[in-house]
């Protein structure tokens, strides 16, 4: 049997500011925007070198509004690795993005924790290459 994590939910606020960071900022792929009715979308952004994609989910009510951003608790949400630390780092830092830490070097990799634009907390890591 073949399996794999494909989608990750994400609960946002509005699709276009969510898809403006996703693939702006960060450079993700926009992988799909089909619209489902009147102010619903199924919309899947993914980073350009695979992997599971998320699926950006407007928030629908006061309970998912209020889930926005705290959806693993005020813990890492979600760990994007990369081929070259520095670049990225830069890249991110130059397009806005909010680093809440200087870059560290762990015995797993370099990493900084950054936030999207709606509070979920995201590590940037650059894997120690395996021996």
């Not at 979308?41 to 509004?65: E, F, I, N, S």
């Amino acid at each position: 049997m073949t399996q794999r994590l494909a989608l990750v939910t994400l609960v946002v606020p509005d699709y276009d500011e969510a898809i403006d960071f996703y693939c702006t900022a960060l450079g993700f792929d926009l992988v799909e925007d089909t619209q489902l009715g009147a102010s619903k979308r199924w919309v899947r952004v993914a980073p350009p070198g695979g992997g599971a994609a998320l699926l950006l989910a407007k928030a629908d009510g006061p309970g998912q509004t209020a889930a926005i951003g705290k959806q693993t608790g005020g813990r890492v949400a979600f760990f994007l690795e990369t081929d070259d630390f520095a670049r990225d780092h830069e890249r991110f830092r130059r397009a806005g993005v909010g680093f809440v830490e200087q870059p560290r070097h762990e015995p797993y990799g370099t990493v900084a924790v950054f936030t999207d634009p709606f509070g979920n907390r995201w590590d940037l890591i650059e894997p120690k290459p395996a021996l």
